[in-house]
């Protein structure tokens, strides 16, 4: 008799637990504040933040990776370096920040037309420098490759490029459905995420309301599940002929290839490869650095025939 009390008891604390997480995520739905632009992009609506005198050129792109909650704020970093000398635009796809939970394709042609229209939208004009973090140097490069006379360059935040997906471990249809699961039960509230320091407390409030609601958000399955997919179109299309600045983390938390392959790609494109001693998002940790070499590099550029 006790152990049935004891199993009755932990399903009912269960059950309220998971009653609280919907209640307080409709609460925190209606509180969230959107930063940027909202555009119209078939029956949705997509976000973008935007900051510097969109006069300006060339503009940059800030793309997120794969699982950022919150770009706009994740970027902020950079964003706050940047937008005294550029318009800067971080534009967040479906399932990302405060833009709606698109329930269609994600193979990158269809990604890559959202972006496209949600900037234009915006404001942003053309010439594009691009500046994807990690598994959006799929969409940046199919970007140049789709549309060469928009793209001036890419300046890739460990950035991955289409060979590194031989290697990375791809989540499974089973794990994917345990983490939709999770995510419906609340297990988001109880787990550490990592603390943008140059946030204000609005904003980050606004940011830790958007990791729960967007954490393994249904488009960002479905990301997962059309990644492999993604790097083969981009594969087939070859390295555009484009000016590349990367910088590359230390690997770790990715796995002992990232660098190496940082490496390889950096030779083959033609690009300058900065390592930093640093994880993953980079931006969070060695914004000055990469502001000072962006800005080094355009001018370069801007200074050659």
Not at 160 to 171: F, G, R
Not at 176 to 198: F, S
Request: proline share 8%; charged share 20%.
């Amino acid at each position: 008799m006790p152990a049935v009390i004891c199993i009755l008891s932990v399903i009912l604390l269960l059950a309220l637990w998971v009653l609280l997480h919907h209640l307080l995520l409709r609460r925190e739905e209606a509180r969230l504040r959107p930063c940027g632009k909202l555009a119209s992009v078939g029956d949705y609506q997509l976000h973008t933040a935007a900051a510097g005198d969109p006069a300006g050129t060339p503009t940059l792109v800030l793309l997120s990776g794969a699982g950022t909650p919150a770009p706009a704020y994740d970027f902020a970093p950079l964003i706050r370096r940047l937008e005294s000398d550029f318009p800067v635009f971080a534009p967040e796809r479906a399932g990302y920040g405060y833009s709606d939970w698109a329930y269609r394709s994600r193979a990158l042609e269809e990604v890559l037309e959202q972006t496209r229209q949600t900037l234009f939208q915006a404001g942003a004009k053309p010439p594009f420098v691009l500046i994807p973090h990690s598994m959006s140097g799929l969409e940046a490069l199919h970007w140049a490759q789709r549309y060469p006379d928009e793209v001036l360059a890419i300046i890739g935040l460990d950035m991955a490029w289409p060979q590194a997906y031989d290697k990375v471990p791809v989540p499974s249809a089973g794990m994917l459905a345990l983490a939709e699961v999770l995510r419906k039960l609340g297990i988001q509230r109880l787990l550490p995420r990592q603390k943008i320091e140059e946030l204000s407390p609005e904003e980050a409030k606004q940011a830790r309301m958007l990791y729960i609601r967007n954490f393994f958000s249904l488009p960002q399955q479905q990301e997962a599940l059309s990644v492999i997919e993604n790097a083969v179109t981009v594969q087939s299309g070859g390295i555009p002929a484009l000016p590349f600045l990367l910088f590359a983390g230390n690997g770790k938390g990715v796995g002992d290839f990232w660098l190496p392959c940082q490496r390889e790609m950096a030779e083959k494109s033609g690009g300058r490869l900065i390592e930093l001693d640093c994880g993953h998002y980079l931006h969070h940790f060695e914004a000055d650095r990469i502001a000072e070499e962006i800005r080094g590099f355009l001018k370069e550029m801007e200074e050659t025939p």
